[in-house]
């Protein structure tokens, strides 16, 4: 019981803007993580006290360390461990989302209370790799050999991070560079001590947004099971595969809705007091990843390509606080064209017509009309 109070109070802590009927049930999906985690982590060589999986969890090789209550969430993508030779190890209160891939091939070392963002990668193929205590890595971020990356730093969404960073240091881009200096999690945002290096030129190229889907299958059996939530469900929704779909708040879903979840499963939530709405002829590409916490509007013949991400809410909380800020809505006017794996994070606006080439990450307004790339999204010059 005192391990259940505990971790109420350290999310109560992290994140005081939930209900606190979702804080509890977190606290109580602890027993069944525990059992579930009994068999994931079988394999490895040694794992501490509180482990906690959901999901697929994937083990190859024998020399994996996990320190004391370890957690990943493999629920809408594999997370995998992977030591290929060489140790891979893990220290505690370390949190690995979904879509995840930790490989060894030479020594990988993750310090203590790490929190892993979905879709990332951390790669020792050639020479180890080390992250300290206390970093947080964003969505899709990717940590290449030879990295390593200093104690309280955070590493933004959409990064490469090559190379050495010092402790403390807010980390962005493709390759990744300092873009500030926090004082370490939960610290101070401002050091004028140091300098902020200037921002290079982005460098990104314009890609080609993913085409529309032409071929969709009838809705499922059941499928109106989780369609039936949304206030005014439109008719002729189609849906392939079998997405994870949790519509607890407001939700209006308009005529000709199609979503693809397959061959990657997407999900699509909405949060108790969030709301939703989707226009007509919306399509969505299988690998979206759709998180609504405070609001998401999305307007008519908006194209999504795979592996979007919307997530209208922060996973890091940066500053004295030390708390995480409130969601801000994202609204996406008619006609825009999202390409593959591209990310909004909230508070954004993306005005209608506009394009945004694949893998890029949407952190400011882009204007209807404009065709954005790169990590963060800059204008390419072509409308």
């Known amino acids: 019981m005192s391990e259940l109070l505990d971790r109420l109070r350290r999310s109560r802590a992290r994140e005081g803007s939930l209900p606190i009927a979702e804080l509890l049930a977190r606290v109580f999906a602890v027993p069944l993580g525990l059992w579930h985690a009994h068999g994931a982590l079988r394999g490895c060589e040694q794992v501490g006290r509180w482990p906690r999986t959901r999901g697929e969890v994937h083990l190859e090789g024998a020399q994996i ?30 949190f690995i989302n979904f879509g995840n891939t930790l490989r060894a091939a030479a020594p990988l070392r993750l310090g203590s209370r790490i929190d892993i963002g979905p879709h990332g990668s951390i790669d020792a193929s050639d020479a180890p790799i080390e992250i300290g205590d206390d970093v947080w890595l964003g969505a899709r971020v990717h940590v290449r050999s030879g990295a390593r990356i200093g104690a309280g730093s955070v590493v933004a969404a959409g990064s490469v991070v ?48 993913a085409a529309a889907l032409h071929t969709q299958a009838p809705l499922p059996a059941g499928a109106d099971r989780w369609h039936a939530r949304a206030a005014a469900p439109g008719a002729d929704a189609r849906v392939l595969g079998a997405p994870f779909v949790g519509l607890h708040g407001c939700a209006s879903i ?43 509007e999305i307007g008519d013949r908006v194209r999504f390509g795979q592996g979007v991400m919307l997530l209208d809410f922060a996973f890091h909380a940066i500053g004295a606080e030390g708390r995480l800020p409130p969601p801000k809505p994202i609204s996406i006017g008619a006609d825009a064209q999202l390409g593959d794996r591209v990310i909004v994070l909230g508070g954004v606006s993306i005005g209608a017509g506009a394009r945004v080439c694949d893998d890029a990450v949407v952190t400011h307004d882009v204007p209807a009309g404009a065709s954005v790339a790169g990590a963060p999204a800059r204008e390419t010059g072509g409308r």
């Open 254 to 296: 308009g005529a000709r809705f199609s979503l693809r979840s397959a061959p990657a499963l997407s999900h699509l939530v909405v949060a108790p007091g969030a709301r939703l709405r989707i226009g007509d002829d919306v399509v969505i590409g299988d690998g979206a990843a759709i998180s609504v916490r405070s609001g998401l």
């Open 65 to 94: 360390r996990l320190g004391d209550e370890f957690s990943a969430d493999g629920r809408f993508a594999p997370v995998t461990l992977i030591s290929a030779g060489a140790p891979l190890e893990i220290g505690s209160r370390v």
């Open 162 to 209: 090559e190379g050495a960073f010092p402790a403390g240091a807010l980390i962005g881009g493709r390759p990744a560079h300092v873009l500030r200096f926090t004082g370490g999690r939960g610290k101070s945002l401002s050091d004028a001590s140091r300098p902020v290096p200037p921002a290079p030129r982005s460098g990104a190229h314009e890609q080609s947004p």
